[in-house]
């Protein structure tokens, strides 16, 4: 049976400890950006607990709102697994038991050598009507209920049980009610703006993609040091919209300029790497306020022995001087959070560690030492190349941390810069 | 006017682009940790985008579950902010223009020299019955509506404007709906010990403490190379919670012994800070697949060039040998990952740096580089201090981020142990 196909979803997760302290329902999240790819919005979502109840209303108000309802979670053995009754008491439907998914259940416990525990027979109940999901991960089975005009799903709570299975759903009873349009994306990514200087570059392309047929949708995320865009299209025919987006990539772009490092799925840090083996470079590191967050981010990157060697961590105005050779005159002079001092970093990390490219960090990260001249947020960063020396000074608003993490994406920014010909403060000043 | 406590809440967190690609909804999870301080529980949490019959549905829905029902975002000034219209219609309630909310956003526009734009006025409008909530930090009042046996709290999205309208409502019309029952808690954290390994040694404690009057409840968190105990007890007596509380962390930790590292609001490298502090002892570290975590781990805590020198980041063998002075001919003989070159590594640390203590760390981080003697995952730490010299051989099981990670809380736990008078590596044996 196919009908018409899905537009709205609404994910429910079940389960009170998704409620409690510090937990997080990460299927809702990946469930509903697997549907947006199918065309398919998620409207709402919600995090019910194990309330009988509650979880039955969450079901019929779901299905006052959205086409398709994706459930996961409170498929287990226990009574506080009541998604299976709590579905079926929505819809006043009996639920019956699936022989096959009991002796499936059985043959798993048997593999095990372990008794089947009664309480698992519950997992072998089936909705009227439901199709059984099987779950090569687990012992519970999910369920496609399919009402015609709309469709309900139970898929498990685990996220390695819930994944594979959302994979089968799409592939399988799901893929009957997609319509021909998909959803397509392309992004890019802009170190050194903020949010509002991005938004205001980008408003009158904004109003043209929207005033396209089809139109363009465009979201900013926001991250420490990172603005992303992502541009969606929706429409049938693949290839007009892969043009589209890359024509509107193309003019973002230019718009924003050399802010922009990548138009790929690549972070920062992968970039630079990618240009240090490019330009057969190595680099070291010179790190004062960040204490290693440069070395520790640049060797995130699987295979990174490749362009980095190493640096010094040099937290102390002693081991300045003692492992990077910055002279102790140079820092009573201009005090440790200065350019020379920065500049001098960088080129010790350079000469010690015997590499192409050095970068010197120095700065006060808070939140104390901070003076009038030299507030909290203060730092210098010194990149030394064969090509080149610069240094930048900035000033970074926020708490320890967020200071910390944007010396470090700006230091690897200067580094993005300075290995594509770009002048390495340019874009900052 | 004053009712019956308010046992049960629920929030809907309201706008579209919370239901877009990367977005977090942080206001629902900083309400439910309030609510539950002052025994409210929060049964049901969702999210819904900006369409109006949606909304109102979903504030229908809560009503059915809930005694109180918190509503965050939608009361900005567009036609996408819908909120109060939801409400009012679920109540089947006008709406009024508030002569003094028109009069506080005009002057809050004139403050500014902006004219106010037209659109603003509807931040004005109440519902009727609604008592208004001011906010201190925008133009969008929240509002509070009395419905005898139950609630309703709208506060706006932005996070740093609904956090003081959130205290503002606990201490004001909240504060008559609140029982004299209060949930307090209590925790500790755990090191190098598996999640399953903490459970089972307090599934006989779970037991008891649920059989108590009142009872307590417990929550294991598990965080990379991190597990946290949380313990709650709800009840109308300070002294008897707080008493029962304490007992029951201290059993926990008696029957977790030394792998407990606190039971204070701090984290292990605070910890680690502190004791080296007290012991008036300075450490360096030699990192070498960690490439600055540690370092950076470290100086994450304020005030840590108190106990941090710095440190050598040697990625590449050649810096082993040319900064932390490890022979060529010993990592010839018996590879960089391996016990003698950790050894040498937190020796060379302490040495070059000139600190009390030296941490040293060599490991296979992945994804390439294992061998079946030495597979991805194995990592040698070691520390030296005035004291002892150990090494620890770890096997961590996980991608790239997940073995530095460990690596290196692993690496503060010895740390702390150390520096406690315990075994470094007893706990990992």
Redesign the interface.
């Given at each position: 049976m196919s009908g018409a196909p899905f537009a709205r979803a609404e994910t429910i997760a079940v389960g009170s400890e998704l409620?409690?302290?510090?937990?997080v329902d990460t299927n809702s999240g990946q469930i509903?950006?697997r549907l947006?790819t199918l065309g398919i919005?998620?409207?709402?979502?919600?995090?019910?607990?194990d309330?009988a109840?509650?979880l039955e209303?969450?079901v019929r108000?779901a299905l006052?709102?959205a086409d398709l309802v994706v459930l996961t979670g409170g498929l287990g053995p226990t009574d506080d697994d009541l998604t299976r009754q709590a579905v079926a008491s929505a819809l006043g439907r009996s639920m019956h038991e699936d022989a096959e998914q009991l002796a499936r259940i059985e043959a798993r416990f048997a593999r095990r050598a372990i008794p089947m525990p009664a309480i698992n027979r519950r997992q072998a109940l089936l909705i009227e009507g439901a199709l059984r999901l099987d779950n090569p991960n687990g012992t519970a089975p999910g369920q496609w209920i399919d009402l015609g005009a709309q469709a309900i799903a139970l898929l498990p709570g685990p996220p390695r049980e819930m994944g594979p299975m959302l994979e089968g759903l799409v592939e399988g009873p799901l893929a009957t009610r997609v319509g021909r349009a998909r959803t397509r994306s392309r992004g890019l990514k802009v170190a050194g703006r903020s949010e509002s200087a991005v938004e205001s570059t980008l408003q009158p392309l904004y109003a043209e993609w929207r005033a396209q047929d089809p139109p363009i949708d465009a979201?900013i995320?926001a991250a420490l040091g990172r603005i992303?865009l992502?541009l969606f299209v929706r429409g049938e025919d693949e290839a007009s919209a892969v043009t589209a987006l890359e024509t509107a990539i193309g003019a973002a772009a230019d718009a924003l300029g050399p802010a922009v490092y990548t138009t790929r799925d690549e972070s920062l840090e992968e970039l630079a790497g990618r240009l240090l083996r490019e330009a057969g470079w190595r680099v070291a590191?010179a790190?004062s306020?960040?204490?290693?967050?440069?070395?520790?981010r640049?060797?995130?990157v699987?295979?990174?022995?490749a362009w980095?060697?190493?640096?010094?961590?040099?937290?102390?105005n002693?081991?300045k001087t003692?492992?990077a050779g910055v002279p102790a005159a140079l820092i009573a002079e201009h005090g440790a959070v200065s350019e020379p001092v920065a500049r001098a970093l960088a080129a010790g990390a350079r000469a010690?560690?015997?590499t192409e490219v050095g970068i010197g960090i120095t700065g006060i990260a808070?939140?104390?030492g901070g003076t009038e001249a030299k507030p909290v947020g203060t730092v210098f960063i010194a990149i030394e190349t064969p090509r080149l020396a610069a240094c930048r000074q900035a000033r970074f608003v926020g708490d320890?941390?967020v200071v910390?993490q944007q010396s470090v994406s700006a230091a690897l920014d200067m580094l993005r810069l300075a290995l594509t010909g770009l002048d390495p403060i340019g874009e900052a000043r």
């Open positions: 409620l409690a302290l510090g937990r509903a950006a947006a919005d998620v409207v709402a979502r919600s995090v019910v607990g309330h109840g509650h209303l969450a108000t006052q709102r979201t995320l992303e992502h590191v790190e306020c960040t204490g290693g967050m440069l070395g520790a640049i060797t995130d699987p295979g990174s022995s980095l060697d190493g640096g010094l961590i040099t937290y102390s002693a081991l003692a492992l010690r560690c015997g808070g939140p104390d320890r941390a910390r």
